[in-house]
Nanobody, 126 residues
Framework: QVQLVESGGGLMQAGGSLKLSCAASGRTFSNYAMGWFRQAPGKEREFVAAITGSGLSTYYADSLKGRFTISRDNAKNTVYLQMNRLKPEDTAVYYC???????????????????WGQGTQVTVSS
């Protein structure tokens, strides 16, 4: 079973930037697409971004395109989420997740991801 450990969250003023990291255990990291989700208080967990195993293709929630960038370093077994021009509505717990190999193409809900990290809190003040 893969272990995913997020880091990099914190308190940031609106307009600032943060870069989240997610370190994965195991030797097959590059075989899997990875994703980031977030969950604000009282809301459902929502898709943020995903990246294929090779890193050549990325996918984003429409509302976050242009502000967030997902990337990965397979040599370090790590996936990143660069968040720019942060807004108070970006406040949430951010989760890293491994996409299941059997997941249908183009679908990005929590059901398509089979392993999750513990989450890292991002708080954006106005």
């Amino acid at each position: 079973q893969v272990q995913l450990v997020e880091s990099g969250g914190g308190l940031m003023q609106a307009g600032g930037s943060l870069k989240l990291s997610c370190a994965a255990s195991g030797r097959t990291f590059s075989n899997y697409a990875m994703g980031w989700f977030r969950q604000a208080p009282g809301k459902e967990r929502e898709f943020v971004a995903a990246i294929t195993g090779s890193g050549l293709s990325t996918y984003y929630a429409d509302s976050l395109k242009g502000r967030f960038t997902i990337s990965r370093d397979n040599a370090k077994n790590t996936v990143y989420l660069q968040m720019n021009r942060l807004k108070p509505e970006d406040t949430a717990v951010y989760y890293c997740a491994r996409r299941a190999l059997s997941a249908p193409i183009g679908v990005h809900t929590t059901a398509e991801y089979d392993s999750w990290g513990q989450g890292t809190q991002v708080t954006v003040s106005s």
